[in-house]
């Protein structure tokens, strides 16, 4: 066979990784793949448990309520404390969740807690005072407050909704509530007003006339001008009343009729108030609507849904500080952040201007910007430091090529940059958290800036400290109330290994929590002393863990919930291969299932399974959110196939520029990377080329089709699930990183969307399209099929399925969906 730069790894790595290679080089710290002649036989893990029958692997079962698999612990956490932990399990044969809960020191002894009391373990929010001796947290219509070793206390109960929860540095709460931000003393109840705001014009006592008839009117009749008189007199009393008068607030603060509010915060000290405003336009379009036509009373319901990339507006914040003192506001200027009237799209629109047969002129216009639009919602784009005495804020363009983190001068009433990330493509919209540290007034954030996500330290007007380094990503970080160490889970031995780490703040030394192999994730204890681990590998579902912050020993499971019944089937353990790329430097990671006997006999048909996502991990040793694609892989491989799970460029876990390769040409890496996997399949796993079909939903489904229409010798037949055809009816946050918006850059748009490739049809396709599905909407298969039968084509039928969303819910629609994708490939291949 060809020699292949390679790295096999036995996907659920019960044994050491060394004992899975060929070479001495250390697989997981080189940064050079290494080179073996051929695949080795899948190498079965000491710590899972054997198939204990031989049952052959149905559809019916595999696409049955997934419960029969087990009922997983989720939700993991801690109690306020930390002397439990908590999680959540569905209900058997129910969609309902029971919390659980379990003391630290017997984490096995998990018992369930009766709903009467769940509310002192699942809240919305918490918050902890500034000297660590009180918690107040939300929970339904109710905000508690829990003095340290005392039962919590109901402090509001109902009323008008309350959120933002956050402690002042003298002991009080703050809350938001409709337009206003109080503060309660939260041992006696006592509230106090510390900032209101309005949108409209402030309503004057007397105004200026409007016209020459009413001016007249003021100045001839004396009784009109006595009454403005007593107008003024009183509305000068009421304001000196508010500075002078313990019974009274100060005023709202006004914005723009036309603005709406973005969010507004006050400072732990009182002193200041940051709040975010933004011009209140229409989003949507009336026609923005879905058809729902399976309804109780056999009526259509039309249902609101998001606009489209193509209907994007420009959207720009405002930032105001505002002076609770004097009640003064003002805003904070952009012009001060680097880059801020850079015309960053300037080769783009020449590019599309000379398509056109125009010319275009470099605009230095200021960019809009805004706060930077975390998809964490644990992880909000305003941070003040806990002694109110530091603002930090994350901002970024609105076309996506700039972030920065910034600092408040409140002085001088400025924006000051700590860092300009800046990204010819796109800035990562995941891999952004930040904030300040608790001891100090230091930052502490994620950043691309080498090419991957690492953590940084930065004293505001300072050079930052790297803290991790290396071609890996750090995820979740999480700050020890110390300050000492920042916990964080990273890939390090292996792209598709991912375990907890922790690095000390001062020294910049990592040094690992766990060595699972797989998944791990990890919540820390609220005392950080204990990690609550979930793990998972490729075919097992996860369990918990629990293990010792610091500790050298083994994590503890203190799970099982896997059922006997899917632990008994021949589920199939694909190996990790690193396959060598005609594109890039790197290689291209694939999940890759060999039947039993592959290399003998007669050359093997071959599935490839695309995931969805486009930024998304699969190739990894984990337990896979495609656990139904996992089970059909494995019916595949019993009946004989040879299946293929591949991280095309575009996916999670590999650096910034394994994510970008995609800018303005999705669908031209990834089917580059499907051709070296097609490749790679014939070359090494005994597979017929005439006979390999590909198939995967949502990001998958366009890959499907751009293979099928741009590259129709690759696959024999494709199935193509809930598919984006144009990218132009997809939304705006995600595709307008990617591909910019379509005004701007039609051209990318125009390459990356199937529908204009549809003509390259050439090999039996099957489209899945959801009826009800508010991600990739139904039109987006009307459409093409419309243009395939304008194209006289043939060879392709379309499945729908009237109730089901994006991700499919009811079994009978799974099953039916897989009984056509495998009589699709069992008829073809």
Not at 108 to 132: C, F, H, M, T, W
Not at 300 to 307: A, E, F, N, W
Request: glycine share 6%.
């Amino acid at each position: 066979m060809k020699k292949m730069l390679s790295l096999v790894i036995a996907a659920a790595l019960g044994t050491s990784l060394s004992a899975c290679v060929s070479t001495a080089a250390d697989p997981v710290t080189s940064s050079t793949p290494v080179p073996v002649t051929a695949p080795p036989a899948v190498v079965t893990p000491e710590t899972v448990t054997q198939p204990v029958s031989s049952d052959t692997i149905t559809l019916k079962q595999i696409m049955a309520d997934p419960q029969w698999i087990g009922r997983s612990p989720v939700r993991p956490g801690w109690s306020l404390d930390g002397s439990m932990l908590v999680y959540e399990q569905e209900r058997e044969n129910s969609h309902l969740r029971d919390v659980f809960a379990a003391p630290v020191n017997m984490p096995a002894n998990a018992e369930r807690i009766p709903l009467s009391e769940q509310y002192l373990y699942r809240y919305s929010e918490k918050a902890q005072s500034v000297d660590g001796q009180t918690m107040a947290f939300l929970a339904g219509e109710s905000v508690f407050i829990k003095h340290k070793s005392q039962p919590a206390e109901q402090l509001i109960r109902g009323g008008a909704p309350v959120h933002g929860l956050s402690f002042m540095t003298d002991g009080r709460l703050m809350v938001t509530t409709g337009n206003r931000i109080v503060a309660i003393d939260v041992n006696n109840g006592r509230r106090e007003q510390l900032f209101s705001w309005a949108f409209g014009d402030k309503p004057e006592a007397v105004s200026e006339p409007e016209d020459y008839i009413a001016g007249e009117q003021i100045k001839l009749i004396k009784y009109i001008d006595k009454k403005r008189r007593q107008s003024q007199q009183s509305a000068d009393r009421n304001e000196k009343l508010k500075t002078v008068s313990p019974a009274y607030v100060q005023d709202k603060v006004w914005f723009d009729k036309g603005d709406r509010l973005v969010t507004a915060s006050v400072s732990p000290n009182g002193k200041f108030a940051l709040v975010v405003t933004t011009a209140d336009v229409k989003s949507r379009d009336d026609s923005d609507i879905m058809p729902h036509f399976i309804q109780e009373d056999a009526r259509i319901l039309p249902m609101r849904v998001r606009s489209r990339v193509a209907d994007a507006e420009p959207v720009n914040h405002d930032a105001w500080l505002v002076n609770l003192q004097t009640g003064e506001k003002s805003k904070l200027s952009y012009m001060s952040l680097p880059g801020y009237n850079d015309d960053v799209l300037a080769d783009v629109k020449s590019e599309n201007a000379a398509a056109r047969g125009d010319k275009y002129v470099v605009n230095r216009l200021p960019r809009d910007i805004t706060l930077f639009s975390s998809w964490d919602r644990n992880n909000p784009s305003v941070r003040w430091h806990k002694n109110g005495g530091a603002l930090a804020l994350m901002l970024e363009a609105w076309d996506n090529k700039d972030r920065w983190i910034v600092t408040v001068d409140f002085e001088k009433g400025r924006f000051e940059t700590q860092e300009r990330l800046h990204d010819d493509a796109w800035v990562n919209y995941s891999h952004n958290q930040f904030g300040w540290l608790n001891n100090s007034e230091t930052l502490f954030y994620q950043s691309e800036k080498d090419g991957y996500s690492h953590l940084y330290l930065q004293v505001p007007g300072e050079s930052p400290q790297q803290l991790t380094r290396g071609q890996f990503v750090t995820e979740e970080p999480a700050l020890t109330s110390d300050d000492k160490f920042i916990y964080y889970q990273a890939n390090k031995k292996h792209p598709g290994i991912y375990e907890v780490y922790r690095v000390n703040t001062a020294t910049g030394a990592s040094e690992a929590m766990t060595d699972l192999n797989g998944i791990t994730d990890f919540v820390l204890s609220p005392d950080n002393n204990t990690l609550l681990l979930t793990h998972s590998k490729v075919n097992r579902p996860p369990e918990l863990y629990i293990k010792k912050a610091g500790d050298s020993g083994a994590a503890q499971k203190i799970t099982d919930t896997v059922s006997d019944a899917f632990l008994s089937m021949p589920w199939a353990v694909p190996q990790v291969v690193a396959m060598p790329s005609s594109h890039t430097s790197q290689p291209v990671y694939a999940r890759v299932y060999l039947p039993e006997g592959y290399n003998e006999g007669e050359k093997r048909k071959a599935v490839v399974f695309n995931h969805g996502a486009g930024y998304l991990q699969n190739a990894h040793l984990g337990w896979s959110g495609y656990f139904r694609e996992y089970m059909f892989n494995s019916m595949l491989v019993q009946q004989g196939y040879v299946v293929m799970d591949m991280d095309y460029r575009a996916s999670k876990g590999y650096g910034r520029d394994w994510r970008t390769a995609i800018y303005r040409q999705m669908g031209t890496p990834e089917v580059e990377d499907l051709r070296d996997g097609v490749n790679w399949l014939t070359e090494n796993a005994n597979v017929d080329p005439a006979r390999i079909g590909t198939y995967g939903g949502s990001y998958g489904g366009f890959l499907t089709f751009m293979s099928m229409f741009t590259a129709p010798d690759l696959f024999a037949a494709g199935a193509a699930l809930r598919p984006v055809t144009d990218w132009a009816h997809y939304n705006a946050p995600y595709t307008s990183n990617i591909l910019n918006t379509p005004d701007v850059d039609p051209i990318a748009f125009e390459r990356s969307s199937p529908i204009y490739f549809a003509e390259g049809l050439e090999k039996p396709l099957l489209i899945i399209a959801p009826m009800v599905d508010d991600n990739v909407f139904f039109q987006d298969s009307v459409r093409l099929v419309q243009r395939l039968i304008e194209l006289e084509k043939t060879d392709f039928e379309t499945a729908i399925y009237p109730v089901e969303p994006h991700g499919f819910v009811q079994p009978s629609s799974w099953l039916d969906e897989y009984r056509r994708i495998y009589k699709l490939f069992d008829t073809n291949l």
